[in-house]
DNA sequence: TGTACATCAGTGAACGCGCGTTCACTGATGTAC
DNA sequence: TGTACATCAGTGAACGCGCGTTCACTGATGTAC
């Protein structure tokens, strides 16, 4: 574990923050590589000894994003045991949480158009990632009476949808779209709604 | 009304149409005026016949989409009308639908980071097809016992983040990014475990 | 410990490119008489 | 109908800019002896 590398130190993480950083400002289109170098206080051709390209550093910080995220949903889903409901609701909530957490992250993984199965690793992190929450629905729906039960990765989507929407449409702030109500409450209130409709908690709680 | 205008005939429209082709392809910000111009047949300098700039032409193409969206949510509205079940459901729908056949446009209003206050017709326009949503909302929380009731504007913002939550990562072809089921079953099927669990339709149906 | 050498992270200049925007212009269309 | 003029939509050249990427280089760090 070196305390200072050659030059800089640890370029490789530095400039993949720094890009974080600027995807969380500017948006996935607006980063440039240039930018990121010259907020690493480096010129922006060091970037190439680290990464092939402007794409290519976009793509790792997506695949750190999956792996923070997978961790965060792992544990979250851990906790929550062994009660099924509560540990599929409290990865819910991992779910805003990292949104919330980890902006220029979460772009990079959803609004940058990098492709999921860009390498091996990427597509691994990604599975890994949406596998908990799968578990954790699939863990759910044993609690559902057999004949009105979804399937699993049906009601997982759902449940994915709707965090998704609620992030981008209430909790980024998007210009001039003013949330009527704080986002965490939206997403509990509306999942707690939800899971009433499937019947696993009771009607009137 | 015009035949054809003085040289192009009516240039105005079809760069802003250009400009959602190309949105829709690229991204929003991968969008450019000049490869819009030159789609149109004309010199990028003839943009500025008809508009301030960049920003300016894709908000026309936004406030084009808000005023298709208000008309096909309103119209979906009427449609299911006297049922104020049939209307919500309708306006989903609706939603979805307007996703899928007009992307640049949704992209401009959603995605592009066009303010929705930029001028005082986009606030308008937008305003109106959120209203018609919240609407029906209302409509449809006359149904709900009182003491069970959560705020009408609240479940319409559940309903429009499960949509956009749906159309972000279903409906659009996120690179590899595989949807587990057709978006239109996802939402109709999200949609109506969520009304179930409002107590709107019945816990067995 | 001291010296000679190898490594390789970061430099700085250069490149070709397409961008958004400006400007004086031109020439087709519309209008007055 | 024909002519002279005004309008103004679109042109084409030019601008300054920042981009991503390449390349030969340099000089600090690490290593062998």
Redesign the pocket.
């Known amino acids: 574990m070196?305390k200072?590398?050659?030059?800089?130190?640890?370029?490789?993480q530095?400039l993949i923050d720094a890009a974080l950083e600027l995807i969380e400002v500017r948006g996935p289109m607006g980063?440039?590589?240039?930018?990121?170098?010259?907020q690493a206080?480096?010129?922006?051709?060091?970037?190439?000894?680290?990464?092939?390209?402007?794409?290519?550093?976009i793509a790792e910080g997506a695949l750190q994003g999956y792996e923070i995220f997978g961790d965060l949903m792992e544990y979250a889903y851990q906790n929550g045991q062994p009660s099924a409901l509560e540990a599929f609701s409290a990865t819910g909530r991992a779910y805003l949480a990292f949104a919330r957490k980890y902006p220029g992250h979460y772009i990079s993984m959803f609004e940058s158009g990098i492709s999921i199965n860009r390498t091996p690793e990427l597509a691994a992190a990604a599975a890994r990632a949406n596998g908990v929450l799968e578990k954790a629905a699939t863990d759910l729906s044993q609690h559902i009476p057999a004949e009105k039960r979804p399937p699993a990765p049906m009601f997982s989507a759902h449940i994915w949808a709707l965090s998704h929407g609620v992030v981008e449409l209430f909790a980024r702030n998007s210009p001039g779209r003013a949330s009527p109500f704080p986002a965490d409450d939206l997403l509990e209130s509306g999942i707690g709604i939800y899971l009433r409709g499937l019947g696993l908690i009771e009607p009137d709680a």
């Open positions: 070196p200072r590398g050659y030059h800089h130190g640890n370029l490789r530095a980063f440039t590589l240039s930018e990121a170098a010259k206080g480096v010129t922006p051709a060091a970037v190439y000894r680290h990464f092939e390209g402007r794409e290519d550093l």
